[in-house]
């Protein structure tokens, strides 16, 4: 049974900011001033599964790192945008790229940036420690914080409704 009030069969595709999501708010900076991101290998599993089982995901950062989109493609994802200044246009053109609707759509996001993306989706999801604004519009707000399983919680939800969670061939290989 999923903690999630919306019809998750619906769910078609879904979207995911990084810093503060898949990965920590907080993070160790290197030397020359990079931002060292930590990610969730539970989260991972479920991105990998969930791209192999059809579902369309995207990555949208405003970050600008070579490791996001190694990180992301490495698990098959094919959509992952760095760079991102402003989200919503980058949203909106993945959705009608890929002929999606709003209600097959869910986003992902944890501070101000997410807003307007959010706003243009079905189903809006945060993490414990998104920012009040953001956690105010969310339809469901993960019980845990950025970067440690936000990602797996809601796609395994998604993957349950769908029949694809450890029912599908599919879920047993990396």
């Known amino acids: ?42 989260d991972g599993y479920a991105l990998q599964l969930a791209v192999k089982c059809g579902l369309r995901v995207a990555i949208i950062t405003g970050a600008v790192s070579r490791a996001v989109d ?42 101000i940036p997410d807003y307007q993306p959010m706003m243009h989706v079905g189903l809006k999801v945060a993490p414990a420690d998104a ?7 969310a339809d469901y707000i993960s019980p845990v914080d950025g970067g440690y399983g936000v990602g797996r919680d809601l796609l395994e939800q998604i993957l349950r409704a769908q029949g694809h969670w450890m029912l599908d061939e599919k879920a047993f290989g990396w």
């Open 131 to 137: 920012a009040v604004d953001i956690r105010r519009i």
């Open 70 to 111: 190694v990180r992301f493609r490495a698990l098959g994802i094919e959509d992952v945008y760095v760079g991102a200044s402003k989200k919503i246009d980058v949203l909106e053109r993945w959705m009608r790229e890929n002929s999606l609707l709003p209600e097959e759509v869910a986003y992902v996001g944890d501070d």
């Open 1 to 42: 049974m999923s903690g999630i009030s919306y019809d998750l069969r619906k769910i078609r595709a879904v979207a995911f900011d990084v810093d503060g999501v898949l990965s920590p708010s907080t993070m160790p900076m290197s030397a020359d001033g990079e931002p060292m991101r930590m990610v969730n290998v539970k």
